[in-house]
Each structure stands twice: as C-alpha cells, then as structure tokens.
C-alpha cells in the first residue's frame, strides 16, 4: 500500500526557509494529488495546498505568498517550501494523499498520511 | 473560507457507550465532509468521507450522517482504541478546512 515519509530539518531560524521532502513508496505519484497539511503543537489541522503530479497547484490563501509545492516524478517526491518563517510556522507538518476527484472537484479526502515531521522555527 | 464547529470539544465515555459527535459548517457543504482519528502522536487516520461513507477497514462501528450544514459522527460500542481526537473536514471549497477536533476520553 501507499506509504508516505515527511523528511528535512526539525529546526529553522526565523525568517529563513523551511524545506520538506514526501518520499511516496509503494505506488507512483503520477495521476494523484498530493497536499501538506500541519498542525501547531496541541492544536488543529490546517491545509497548506495541494499539487497534481503534472504541477499544477493549489494553496490555501493564508500561506499562498509564503509557499511553494513542487513535485519530483523522477524521484517520487513531493517538496514544501515556506519562506520568512516565524515562530508562529512551528507544527508537525504532514503529507497526505488528496483522494477522491480532480483539483476543483469537491469529492475529495486526505487518505493515507505520513507520519509527520516536527518543525520548530527557534533562534 | 468555510469554518467548521465541532461540539463538544471533548467528552468522557465508558467502554461499550454510543457517542455522537457534532460538526456544523458556516455554509451549506452538501454531503462534502469527512472524518478523522487521531491518536496522540500518530497522524490523522480517515474514518468517513462525503459524509457516510466508510473508508475500507475501518470497523461498521463508526458512521456518519448529514448533509448542508451539521453533520454526526457516531461510534456504537466504544472500544478501548477508539479514544482519541476526532476531526471533521469539509471538502466542498478551497481551502479544505477542518474543525478544531473533539477529544473522547475514557470515563
């Protein structure tokens, strides 16, 4: 089955650039949509964007002039970039597979996750 | 962006109850919502999608019901693994946005 692995640093200076990488095994990224979602310690969920295999994205509008998803099909990776972090960027930041329908179709869920990565952007 | 309400935020129960838990969107979301577990430390796990639906392996113990605005969860016959936190999720606008979650805690 789809399994996915968040990897990078787990510290980031503020107001540098936090970098992730999903590494996707057990079937080609090719055909799906793949999204980074994070969660600040001891809180909810919140969706960053998504990006389709042929690099088309979406991004939630709140984040959209910080962030930048891109895709590896060469490698099967899919990348988050966050730029001028702050404190408030700290969370465990998760890949998940955006099932369902097409990017503007409302039939769609995130399923399966990886296990997540912590991120503390400290000084 | 379409803000999710989840009620309550957390609760106690005892091993065997029935729980239901409440989400209510800001707009009408049709039957466009999912739900989630998390178990602390884990990462979220799907349970339902488009509001009824049972994801593949997850136990007939869950369901899920509603569409437009307010939606349940609804776990017969609590077991020990089914405390958590649970999530629900609306999938009808971008972007995906997800309710603040409700704890389940043994009573």
């Known amino acids: 089955q789809v399994q996915l692995q968040e990897s990078g640093p787990g510290l980031v200076k503020p107001s540098e650039t936090l970098s992730l990488i999903c590494t996707v095994s057990?079937?080609?990224?090719?055909?799906?949509?793949w999204s980074w979602i994070r969660q600040p310690p001891g809180k909810g969920l919140e969706s960053i964007g998504y990006?389709?295999?042929?690099?088309?994205?979406n991004y939630n509008p709140s984040l959209k002039s910080r962030v930048t998803i891109s895709v590896d099909t060469s490698k099967n990776q899919i990348s988050l970039k966050l730029r001028s972090v702050t404190a408030a960027d700290t969370a465990v930041y998760y890949c998940?597979?955006?099932?369902?329908?097409?990017?503007?179709?409302?039939?769609?869920?995130?399923?399966?996750w990886g296990q997540g990565i912590l991120v503390t952007v400290s000084s | 962006d379409i803000q999710m309400t989840q009620s309550p935020s957390s609760l106690s129960a005892s091993v065997g109850d029935r729980v239901t838990i409440t989400c209510r969107s800001s707009?009408?979301?049709?039957?466009?919502l999912n739900w989630y577990q998390q178990k602390p430390g884990k990462a979220p796990k799907l349970l339902i999608y488009a509001s009824s639906r049972l994801q593949s392996g997850v136990p007939s113990r869950f369901s899920g019901s509603g569409s437009g605005t307010d939606f349940t969860l609804t776990i017969r016959s609590l077991q020990v693994e089914d405390f958590a936190t649970y999530y629900c999720?609306?999938?009808?606008?971008?972007?995906?946005?997800f309710g603040q979650g409700t704890k389940l805690g043994i009573k």
């Open positions: 707009q009408r979301i049709s039957s466009f």
């Open positions: 057990g079937d080609s990224i090719s055909n799906y949509y």
């Open positions: 999720q609306q999938s009808y606008n971008n972007p995906p946005t």
């Open positions: 998940a597979k955006r099932d369902g329908g097409g990017s503007s179709s409302p039939y769609s869920w995130f399923d399966p």
């Open positions: 990006i389709y295999y042929s690099g088309s994205t």
